[in-house]
């Protein structure tokens, strides 16, 4: 029984409503439309974040350090949040929210 739990966690995906957050959630912060988040767009969008944090924050979703975060990196760190903190689906929702 355990074990069959296991097994269905590693399967576990993100519910296609929290998955459409995630990217609605991107789409408001990428202000030129580009596909990528800068510093600067992060910066202007959460304007009760001081830099330092917003800098912190970037560098922690910017996997291959190119000083932009893709979707693609958006949407891992989501998903590594997921699985390394066994997050509900409605748990994982209103950690996105915050981000709007
Ligand atoms: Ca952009
Ligand atoms: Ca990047």
Do not use: R
């Not at 959630?25 to 600067?40: H, R």
């Amino acid at each position: 029984m355990l074990e069959t739990k296991k097994y269905l966690l590693l399967f576990k995906k993100l519910s296609v409503e929290v998955k459409n957050e995630i990217e609605k959630v991107f789409k408001e912060l990428d202000l030129d439309g580009n596909g990528s988040l800068t510093i600067e767009e992060c910066f202007a969008y959460w304007k009760n974040f001081p830099m330092t944090s917003t800098s912190n924050m970037i560098s922690q979703l910017d996997a291959n350090n190119d000083g932009e975060v893709s979707y693609d990196e958006w949407l891992n760190f989501w998903e590594y949040l997921y699985y390394t903190n066994h997050y509900t689906d409605e748990m994982l929702m209103t950690e996105v929210i915050i981000f709007k």
